[in-house]
Nanobody
Framework: QVQLVESGGGLVQTGGSLRLSCAASGRSGNTWGWFRQAPGKEREFVSAINWSGSITDYADSVKGRFTISRDNAKNTLFLQMSSLKPEDTAVYYC?????????????????WGQGTQVTVSS
């Protein structure tokens, strides 16, 4: 069983930066991802990374602004968010899956964190 705990969320002004972390206990998944859910909207894919970090994927809305990375020695996933916009406001979730392939589909992830709130003020 894998437990994921996100941290690093908060309130930031437009154009600001935040770094989210996701710490895993137990055997971490091979592929990790970040998703987000804004009020009244469905959960959406943000970014994903494979075990070695050699393959990453981003939603078009965050390309060039967000960077995903992982530290396997510390069982930790990161999301560096820059040039934040009000539309980035959401609860951000960390997810992990045992399979090796990177995927954007939420239903293909086996483990989820509880989420961390990110609020970008205009």
């Amino acid at each position: 069983q894998v437990q994921l705990v996100e941290s690093g969320g908060g309130l930031v002004q437009t154009g600001g930066s935040l770094r989210l972390s996701c710490a895993a206990s137990g055997r971490s998944g091979n592929t990790w991802g970040w998703f987000r859910q804004a009020p009244g909207k469905e959960r959406e894919f943000v970014s994903a990374i494979n075990w070695s970090g050699s393959i990453t994927d981003y939603a078009d809305s965050v390309k060039g602004r967000f960077t995903i990375s992982r530290d396997n020695a510390k069982n930790t996933l990161f999301l560096q968010m820059s040039s934040l916009k009000p539309e980035d406001t959401a609860v951000y979730y960390c997810a992990a899956r045992a399979a090796w392939a990177v995927t954007t589909r939420a239903d293909e992830y086996n483990f989820w964190g509880q989420g961390t709130q990110v609020t970008v003020s205009s």
